[in-house]
């Protein structure tokens, strides 16, 4: 017992650096005391003081001694205690089997004295270490076993850290009615102990139990809680992890301003704190705001900086959530390869995830066991302890063997099903690309088939144009020729002719070249070739080429025309202007008036061609513009195609105009277009 003394004299000399007046006064205590029971519970008191004050080396060196003590005075409370202390430090340096070993001692020296509260820390102290451990099972077992002797004896320090340690158990086993159950008990407890640090992580865990079981609201309420309890010196990380927990609830409910208002504030305070963790958090959720709203361009730039942040990240449930999105991100932007990578890096991290969480049990516990139970042969209590026990350990080693063959039997099957389903995400990925390479090659396809439709479309109209307009010309140039072939007149007449048919050769000739050229836009997709021009010289060209059958017919013609520049093709305007005049005439009759006119109008230039002709009934002027072939004769049983006014439609709205007709049975019509006098502002 020097060696205690000279301890106690040592940390003596420390009192003014480290220790705390109840150490202090332990310490002074314990060196002039008798070596007896009692010097061994002061002892006792002082390893606790220590160890509460998170010194375990220095509890260590007492325990020591003190142990040797307990064993010199046979004294079973003070072995009982001394190898519980020990524990759990061992426990606490995450030494599994040490800590084992000494609760198993600590345990059976319990045991012996009948201490029931004793054996409840015991169990209460394995079950946290087991939980801690991923290995759930046992740790509830050992702490369910522990809980009733603390609630009859309202040991409530002791319930805060086993209703604690069974709701953790409870969660990750996935009973979250448990588990909510168990957090509420121990916040209970953590109010009535005014256990602040207790409080914040109960009501914490409560609001994170609600978010997974849909009731957002209740989870909202107690993360508000969360907030309300913080310390602003001491709880910077917690505030930064808590305030995007409550933007994210909200995002929920689609409340997308009060979610911005918690998200926002969440990454300006993590930015301030330089809390990487926080910021990826709240990034993650301010680009998942801004997606469901769809600012793409906004929600990018903060998912890619969520990206280089979870790289480095030990947070992966914040990773995998960020590969979410950028599998969502990549998908609305049609970006398909790239999401398909990230799906794939997704479901990777998921898997690894999800055998992360799988409960993890004790490899092989023969060394624990027999460390626990063989003792120096001298030592009859220990001797007692293994005879006792015998049949226990044959269970729990027949415990360990079945676990370990159940662990290799489910490792096997999560790596054939693991094999499996990469085999079936390859195969899958191979058939999305040959789905695609076909489905464009039959876009190709389709598309050369419209081309080629279109240009068979653009040959037929183009000779139905030609024989339509050039038909008149033609004729009487050819009826010319015909009464020269025949001798019907004379040189002379023929001669005083020559000037009428150069200039029907002219118009012919002109005629050809505009219908030329329009069929050559056709070929090319139709894509007018606008240019400022003077409509009234348009008119004047296609009266003058219409004059012949203007005079046969004996139709008074106003021109009403006046200078104006229209923006257009002015060769698709022309053959627009040609057919409306060469309609007029057809179905006017002898002394029938024609009235050619244009004028500004909001703008635009307003083109009217007018006869007082035979005019139209409704049932005519539903089946115009309609490129059906629909025609009628004219006064003089002049034929037509049926394609001219829906060549003119088609014409008139290439060039951002319109074109529309009015018109009574009898009465006569009015054509109506209307151009652009400039070229759009762009």
Same mark, same amino acid.
């Given at each position: 017992?020097?060696?205690?003394?000279? $301890?106690?004299?040592?940390?003596?000399?420390?009192?003014?650096?480290?220790?705390?007046?109840?150490?202090?006064?332990?310490?002074?205590?314990?060196?002039?005391?008798?070596?007896?029971?009692?010097?061994?519970?002061?002892?006792?008191?002082?390893?606790?003081?220590?160890?509460?004050?998170?010194?375990?080396?220095?509890?260590?060196?007492?325990?020591?001694?003190?142990?040797?003590?307990?064993? &010199?005075?046979?004294? +079973?409370?003070?072995?009982?205690?001394?190898? =519980?202390?020990?524990?759990?430090?061992?426990?606490?340096?995450?030494?599994?089997?040490?800590?084992?070993?000494?609760?198993?001692?600590?345990?059976?020296?319990?045991?012996?004295?009948?201490? +029931?509260?004793?054996?409840?820390?015991?169990?209460?102290?394995?079950?946290?270490?087991?939980?801690?451990?991923?290995?759930? *099972?046992?740790?509830?077992?050992?702490?369910? !076993?522990?809980?009733? /002797?603390?609630?009859?004896?309202? $040991?409530?320090?002791? $319930?805060?850290?086993?209703?604690?340690?069974?709701?953790?158990? =409870?969660?990750? +086993?996935?009973?979250?009615?448990?588990?909510?159950?168990?957090?509420? #008990?121990?916040?209970?407890?953590?109010?009535?102990?005014?256990?602040?640090?207790?409080?914040?992580?109960?009501? #914490?865990?409560?609001?994170?139990?609600?978010?997974?079981?849909?009731?957002?609201?209740?989870?909202?309420?107690?993360?508000? +809680?969360?907030?309300?309890?913080?310390?602003?010196?001491?709880?910077?990380?917690?505030?930064?992890?808590?305030?995007?927990?409550?933007?994210?609830?909200?995002?929920?409910?689609?409340?997308?301003? #009060?979610?911005?208002?918690?998200?926002?504030?969440?990454?300006?305070?993590?930015?301030?704190?330089?809390?990487?963790?926080?910021?990826?958090?709240?990034?993650?959720?301010?680009?998942?705001?801004?997606?469901?709203?769809?600012?793409?361009?906004?929600?990018?730039?903060?998912?890619?900086?969520?990206?280089?942040?979870? #790289?480095? !990240?030990?947070?992966?449930?914040?990773?995998?959530?960020?590969?979410?999105?950028?599998?969502? @991100?990549?998908?609305?932007?049609?970006?398909?390869?790239?999401?398909?990578?990230?799906?794939?890096?997704?479901?990777?991290?998921?898997?690894?995830?999800?055998?992360?969480?799988?409960?993890?049990?004790?490899?092989?516990?023969?060394?624990?066991?027999?460390?626990?139970?063989?003792?120096?042969?001298?030592?009859?209590?220990?001797?007692?302890?293994?005879?006792?026990?015998?049949?226990?350990?044959?269970?729990?080693?027949?415990?360990?063997?079945?676990?370990?063959?159940?662990?290799?039997?489910?490792?096997?099957? @999560?790596?054939?099903?693991?094999?499996?389903?990469?085999?079936?995400?390859?195969?899958?990925?191979? @058939?999305?690309?040959?789905?695609?390479?076909?489905?464009?090659?039959?876009?190709? /396809?389709?598309?050369?088939?419209?081309?080629?439709?279109?240009?068979?479309?653009?040959?037929?109209?183009?000779?139905?144009?030609? !024989?339509?307009?050039?038909?008149?010309?033609?004729?009487?140039?050819?009826?010319?020729?015909?009464? @020269?072939?025949?001798?019907?007149?004379?040189?002379?007449?023929?001669?005083?002719?020559?000037?009428?048919?150069?200039?029907?050769?002219?118009?012919?000739?002109? $005629?050809?070249?505009?219908?030329?050229?329009?069929?050559?836009?056709?070929?090319?997709?139709?894509?007018?070739?606008?240019?400022?021009?003077? /409509?009234?010289?348009?008119? &004047?060209?296609?009266?003058?080429?219409?004059?012949?059958?203007?005079?046969?017919?004996?139709?008074?013609?106003?021109?009403?025309?006046?200078?104006?520049?229209?923006?257009?093709?002015?060769?698709?305007?022309?053959?627009?202007?040609?057919?409306?005049?060469?309609?007029?005439?057809?179905?006017?009759?002898?002394?029938?008036?024609?009235?050619?006119?244009?004028?500004?109008?909001?703008?635009?230039?307003?083109?009217?061609?007018?006869?007082?002709?035979?005019?139209? &009934?409704?049932?005519?002027?539903?089946?115009?513009?309609?490129?059906?072939?629909?025609?009628?004769?004219? *006064?003089?049983?002049?034929?037509?195609?049926?394609?001219?006014?829906?060549?003119?439609?088609?014409?008139?709205?290439?060039?951002?105009?319109?074109?529309?007709?009015?018109?009574?049975?009898?009465?006569?019509?009015?054509?109506?277009?209307?151009?652009?006098?400039?070229?759009?502002?762009?």
């Amino acid at each position: 017992m020097k060696q205690l003394l000279v $301890l106690a004299a040592f940390f003596s000399a420390l009192i003014g650096y480290s220790q705390t007046n109840e150490i202090d006064s332990l310490i002074l205590n314990l060196a002039y005391q008798k070596q007896d029971s009692t010097k061994v519970d002061t002892s006792l008191y002082l390893i606790q003081a220590l160890y509460e004050s998170n010194e375990p080396k220095k509890a260590l060196q007492f325990i020591e001694e003190t142990e040797r003590l307990a064993k &010199s005075l046979n004294y +079973t409370k003070g072995l009982a205690d001394v190898n =519980y202390y020990k524990a759990r430090i061992y426990s606490d340096k995450n030494d599994y089997y040490n800590a084992i070993d000494n609760y198993t001692k600590s345990k059976q020296f319990y045991q012996k004295i009948n201490d +029931t509260l004793g054996i409840a820390k015991i169990n209460n102290s394995i079950g946290l270490m087991e939980i801690n451990r991923g290995n759930y *099972t046992a740790g509830l077992e050992h702490s369910l !076993s522990a809980i009733k /002797i603390f609630e009859d004896k309202n $040991l409530r320090k002791d $319930l805060s850290l086993a209703y604690n340690n069974l709701a953790e158990a =409870y969660y990750n +086993t996935q009973q979250v009615d448990k588990a909510l159950e168990f957090n509420f #008990k121990a916040l209970n407890v953590r109010e009535q102990l005014r256990d602040s640090s207790g409080m914040k992580i109960s009501n #914490k865990n409560i609001a994170m139990l609600y978010s997974m079981r849909k009731e957002h609201r209740k989870a909202i309420e107690y993360y508000e +809680t969360v907030l309300s309890l913080l310390n602003p010196e001491k709880d910077k990380e917690l505030r930064g992890e808590i305030l995007p927990k409550i933007g994210d609830q909200y995002l929920y409910f689609k409340e997308y301003d #009060k979610a911005a208002e918690y998200l926002l504030e969440g990454l300006t305070y993590n930015r301030s704190i330089k809390n990487h963790e926080g910021i990826l958090r709240a990034l993650n959720s301010v680009g998942n705001l801004n997606l469901q709203q769809n600012k793409t361009k906004i929600a990018e730039s903060q998912i890619k900086e969520a990206r280089e942040l979870a #790289k480095s !990240s030990k947070d992966k449930h914040e990773v995998l959530k960020n590969l979410k999105l950028l599998v969502s @991100l990549d998908s609305t932007r049609n970006k398909y390869q790239s999401a398909f990578q990230w799906q794939r890096e997704y479901y990777s991290l998921k898997e690894e995830l999800e055998q992360q969480n799988l409960p993890k049990l004790p490899v092989n516990t023969d060394s624990i066991i027999e460390e626990a139970f063989n003792t120096s042969p001298g030592n009859t209590a220990f001797n007692d302890a293994n005879v006792e026990n015998t049949d226990e350990v044959k269970n729990l080693k027949l415990i360990s063997y079945i676990l370990i063959a159940a662990f290799l039997i489910v490792s096997t099957i @999560l790596l054939l099903i693991y094999l499996k389903r990469k085999n079936t995400i390859k195969y899958t990925e191979e @058939l999305e690309a040959k789905n695609e390479q076909i489905q464009k090659q039959n876009e190709a /396809i389709l598309a050369q088939t419209q081309h080629l439709e279109e240009i068979n479309k653009s040959k037929d109209r183009l000779f139905s144009i030609v !024989s339509h307009d050039l038909k008149d010309s033609i004729s009487s140039i050819k009826g010319f020729l015909d009464l @020269l072939k025949e001798d019907s007149i004379s040189k002379e007449e023929f001669n005083e002719l020559i000037p009428e048919l150069s200039e029907n050769a002219n118009n012919a000739s002109l $005629l050809l070249y505009n219908l030329l050229n329009w069929s050559k836009s056709q070929m090319q997709n139709l894509e007018p070739n606008p240019e400022l021009f003077n /409509i009234q010289e348009v008119f &004047s060209n296609k009266l003058s080429l219409m004059e012949p059958k203007i005079e046969q017919k004996r139709i008074v013609l106003i021109d009403e025309s006046q200078r104006d520049f229209v923006f257009a093709d002015k060769s698709m305007v022309e053959i627009v202007i040609q057919n409306l005049i060469t309609n007029a005439v057809k179905f006017s009759r002898v002394g029938d008036i024609i009235t050619i006119s244009n004028k500004d109008q909001n703008g635009k230039s307003l083109i009217c061609v007018e006869d007082t002709g035979v005019g139209m &009934s409704k049932d005519v002027l539903n089946k115009l513009f309609k490129g059906n072939n629909f025609t009628t004769v004219g *006064t003089k049983n002049e034929k037509g195609t049926g394609l001219g006014l829906t060549i003119c439609k088609e014409l008139v709205e290439l060039n951002k105009g319109r074109i529309w007709v009015e018109s009574t049975q009898n009465v006569g019509s009015k054509f109506y277009v209307e151009l652009p006098k400039a070229e759009p502002a762009k």
